[in-house]
């Protein structure tokens, strides 16, 4: 069901022609683009409460969320190389300087945070989580470890296409994940490099909250 995004009427089967990729909206007598409604429309029959494995659907008083798991099975590759450059650059600096503040410390500053951050990333890829969640007229993404991590906003009406989409990840390989574009031209990335099921739910769940927060 297309529906138009300056007013929200319901746009008739007799008013979108897929050939020429134009839909007319009835009411306020606007043209659109019928590819980018129908990349924001749930596929037919959806059903929110069929989860595939892997994904966890809760609701409170404020809305719905979407949980899943971040992990890698790779992370530990990169953990333990990261506790190993974090040895190596500990005792390089300790057996430069005894000196808590000195020029050869200041040197290793970068050293230490690169260890750092692999650590962080690691960490992420073995225990973190990923929630999405519905807050009235904004969509909330929290990425982290228990309560302590990061949350993105972004608001429903800037979201201009939700799908799964190809891009490249480290190694210059192609991967699938879920794609949020907003109307800057931004995208937001969920499931990169989960199973197709976990991607289509995603993405139909995404699309409706969408749908419903813009009427």
Not at 69 to 88: D, E, K, P, Q
Request: proline share 3%.
């Amino acid at each position: 069901m297309l529906r138009c995004p300056d007013c929200q009427q319901t746009i008739g089967g007799d008013d979108f022609n897929v050939a020429t990729d134009i839909a007319l909206c009835r009411r306020c007598g606007k043209r659109h683009q019928y590819s980018k409604l129908a990349a924001m429309e749930a596929a037919p029959g959806f059903d929110a409460g069929e989860l595939p494995s892997g994904l966890k659907l809760s609701c409170d008083g404020h809305g719905e969320t979407l949980r899943y798991r971040i992990f890698t099975s790779t992370a530990w590759v990169v953990l333990i190389f990261a506790l190993i450059w974090n040895g190596m650059v500990s005792r390089l600096v300790s057996g430069v300087t005894s000196k808590p503040f000195s020029p050869q410390m200041l040197l290793a500053i970068p050293f230490v945070a690169v260890g750092i951050i692999m650590a962080i990333a690691a960490l992420l890829q073995l225990f973190g989580h990923v929630e999405v969640r519905c807050r009235d007229e904004e969509l909330e993404i929290f990425t982290g470890i228990g309560p302590i991590g990061r949350t993105r906003r972004v608001r429903f009406a800037e979201i201009s296409m939700i799908d799964v989409t190809q891009s490249y990840n480290g190694n210059n390989s192609r991967i699938n994940g879920v794609a949020i574009r907003l109307s800057g031209g931004k995208l937001l990335w969920l499931l990169r490099g989960a199973k197709t099921e976990r991607q289509e739910y995603a993405v139909n769940f995404l699309r409706t909250l969408t749908a419903r927060a813009r009427r």
